[in-house]
Structure formats: C-alpha cells, structure tokens
C-alpha cells in the first residue's frame, strides 16, 4: 500500500532559523507528492507539489524536491517567520482507477518564536 | 476562502444519535473527498464521490454513509455514535484533472459525541 512518514514534532525554531521537515513514502504507481499546512483552527491549504521525480515545488518561500531515488520529499524554508506556525502535513496520491485520494502523514507541528 | 463550505462548524450530540455534515464543493469542482482528523489516527480518507457515483472508498465504517447529490454537494451521514467518533471532519474537492493538481479543503466540522 501507500504510506508516508514524516519526522515527529513539534519542531520549535527561533525566528529566521533554517527549517527542514523530513518526508518519506512508499507508493504502488508513480505517486504526486504534496505538502500541506494546517493553520490553528482552519483546514488544510496546499502548500506546494511536485508531480514526477527531480522537480521542485514551492511557494511561499518553501521548497521541496521530488526524489524517486531516495523516496523523499523534505520541505525546507531558508528563513522561518512567526506567521509559519502551523502544522504542516506530507501526502501523495497515486492514480488508481479515477480515485486521487491523499495519503497523509502524520503531520509535525513547527513553533516558531520571536 | 477556500471555496468550499462546511456546515456546521461545531456539534455536540450524545451517543447513539445521527448526524448529518453537509459539504458545498468549489464552483466547478466534480469530485468531493471525506477524511477525518483525529489525534491519534491522524487524517484518515473515508470516502470520495465523482459527479453524483461512489469512487473510492478507505476507512470509512459501516454506520458511516455518504451521498453527493446532482447540485454536487454532499452529505456524510453519522449514525449510532461512539466517544470514538470524536473529531474533525473534512471535505476536499478537486477538479476534472483529479487529485493529482491537490484538492481544495473546508474548514471542517468539528463533532464533539458526549
């Protein structure tokens, strides 16, 4: 089956510290790979993807690139601010039979603080 | 806003009652996925439906139901409840090109069974 694991938090930074999230999985298929963020009290937003191996997604100053080789996906920042507190969540999803439904990890919570 | 509505935001029944959580999809978007966020199970897929018809279906149990109506909103039906069923409940929604571009995801509601 289709599984993710990614590190176990929370993971508490000081303002303007390098961040990396690891994100590892095992697919049937070629997998799409995702990070999600998860904001107190607000659902899920997509954060960024990547769709076939060496590509890098990112947005908001987040990075991540798609490893075949390694099976990863660590999602990394240069610079964490505050307002990146969230919980932020790895997932894939692998075409099966016109269903695209997402398999998450378990999530790790980043604290950032002043 | 996500575009996509969830109703109600909070509830609060006794167990053994039946709910219904409503999803409003993003404009245009066909398919509608149901996961469930818990502390310790994490984000778990229920269940998906495109245009109106069943898709796929993960962890979803049998006093579980759902529909997605011909206006594309779907209900998911939660009957004889348990403690356990304490959680968050998701929709998503996602485009004719699949999950594969990442869904779009509700706010949730939040299901408090005492």
């Known amino acids: 089956g289709n599984s993710v694991t990614q590190m176990e938090g929370p993971v508490t930074l000081s303002e303007e510290a390098f961040l990396t999230i690891n994100c590892t999985y095992t697919a049937t298929g070629y997998p799409s790979l995702f990070w999600y963020v998860q904001y107190p009290g607000e659902g899920l937003q997509l954060l960024l993807k990547a769709t076939k191996a060496d590509d890098k997604g990112s947005n908001k100053g987040f990075e991540a690139t798609y490893r075949k080789e390694t099976t990863s996906f660590h999602l990394e920042k240069g610079s964490v601010q505050v307002s990146d507190s969230a919980v932020y969540f790895c997932a894939l999803t692998v075409s099966g039979a016109g269903s695209y439904q997402l398999t998450f990890g378990k999530g790790t919570k980043l604290s950032v603080i002043p | 806003d996500s575009g996509v509505t969830q109703t109600p935001k909070h509830l609060i029944t006794a167990t053994g009652q039946r709910v219904t959580l409503r999803c409003s999809p993003r404009s245009g978007d066909l398919s509608v996925y149901w996961y469930q966020q818990s502390l310790d199970q994490g984000l778990q897929f229920l269940i998906q439906y495109y245009n109106g018809e069943e898709r796929a279906k993960g962890n979803i149990l049998e006093r579980f139901s759902a529909q997605q109506f011909p206006d594309l909103h779907s209900e998911l039906n939660l009957s004889s409840l348990e403690l356990g069923d304490s959680a968050l409940y998701f929709c998503?929604?996602?485009?004719?090109?699949?999950?594969?571009?990442?869904?779009?995801f509700g706010s949730g509601t939040r299901l408090t069974v005492v």
């Open positions: 998503a929604s996602s485009g004719s090109t699949g999950g594969l571009q990442g869904y779009t």
